[in-house]
């Protein structure tokens, strides 16, 4: 009985020890280490097929959470908020303009803005490929993604004076708006680099996204009573740059003589 209890608990936890010890003393500089990671980044996005009629380029800003595990798969969620000036469709003003500008509610020309907006919400996996890199948990990568996007065209009147853009009147807004959402995949490519020292960890990368989007709103002011709403292409090339914060446990700097 005796010689039973130290094979089925006493060895176990033998190796237990062992595996913590080894766990313990792995370094980012020389082994692959499971690690959280919290991800800010900015993107430099340009539009294709269909996104390219009614935006022109746009930026997006957003913050992520990403787990790598010790064999460089990581899992992730990332969230993106899209703006931009650049809007090429304002067809839904057509009515509204006259040569110099849009009336407003005291029958003076009002001032106003026509921007784009948009949230994008994806879950990610890449892989590290640790070539030309300082350790074995940077390098290149590649990953794919699948998401939810929300995008739209948004109003801006400081006066609220013209009551067509007024956002708390929700009579007026959804018939401008073309608000518009569906689902996306991706690609993406890049390089990311994690010091052994934990002081720079960034990353670099293009994604190409592609958009199955349909507009949710029954009525536009321009478009044909009960139009149809036709699948879209919404397509981007994305550019990427961020800033990682790695967060896993340091090897003991304990000694042993």
Do not use: C
């Given at each position: 009985m005796s010689k039973l209890f130290k094979y089925f608990c006493v060895t176990p936890l033998f190796l237990i020890a062992i595996n913590c010890s080894l766990i313990s003393q792995s370094s980012i500089s020389d082994s692959t280490i499971g690690m959280h990671q919290v991800r800010l980044g900015?993107?430099?996005?340009?539009?294709?097929?269909?996104?390219?009629?009614?935006?022109?380029?746009?930026?997006?800003?957003?913050?992520?959470?990403a787990y790598k595990f010790k064999n460089n798969i990581d899992v992730g969620l990332s969230y993106r908020f899209m703006f931009s000036n650049d809007v090429k469709d304002t067809g839904m003003l057509?009515?509204?303009?006259?040569?110099?500008?849009?009336?407003?509610?005291?029958?003076e020309f009002g001032t106003y803005g026509v921007v784009q907006r948009g949230?994008?919400?994806?879950?990610?996996?890449?892989?590290?490929?640790p070539v030309f890199s300082p350790n074995k948990n940077s390098g290149f990568y590649g990953g794919l993604g699948i998401g939810f996007i929300v995008h739209r065209v948004h109003f801006i009147n400081t006066n609220?004076?013209?009551?067509?853009?007024?956002?708390?009147?929700?009579a007026y807004v959804p018939g401008y708006d073309r608000y518009t959402s569906g689902i996306t995949i991706s690609e993406e490519i890049g390089y990311r680099y994690f010091s052994n020292k934990s002081?720079?960890?960034?990353?670099?990368?293009?994604?190409?996204?592609?958009?199955?989007?349909?507009?949710?709103?029954?009525?536009?002011?321009?478009?044909?009573?009960?139009f149809e709403k036709k699948?879209?292409?919404?397509n981007l090339l994305s550019f990427k740059f961020g800033?990682?914060?790695?967060?896993y446990k340091k090897p003991s700097k304990d000694y042993y003589y």
């Open positions: 900015v993107d430099f996005q340009i539009p294709f097929a269909d996104m390219a009629d009614r935006f022109g380029n746009n930026f997006s800003v957003g913050a992520g959470y057509s009515e509204l303009r006259t040569s110099l500008g849009i009336i407003n509610s005291q029958g949230h994008h919400l994806q879950i990610k996996s890449s892989y590290t490929l609220s004076d013209i009551p067509q853009f007024n956002v708390n009147d929700r002081l720079i960890n960034f990353f670099v990368g293009i994604e190409f996204i592609q958009g199955f989007n349909k507009i949710r709103r029954d009525y536009q002011v321009d478009y044909e009573p009960n699948l879209r292409k919404d800033w990682v914060l790695p967060i």
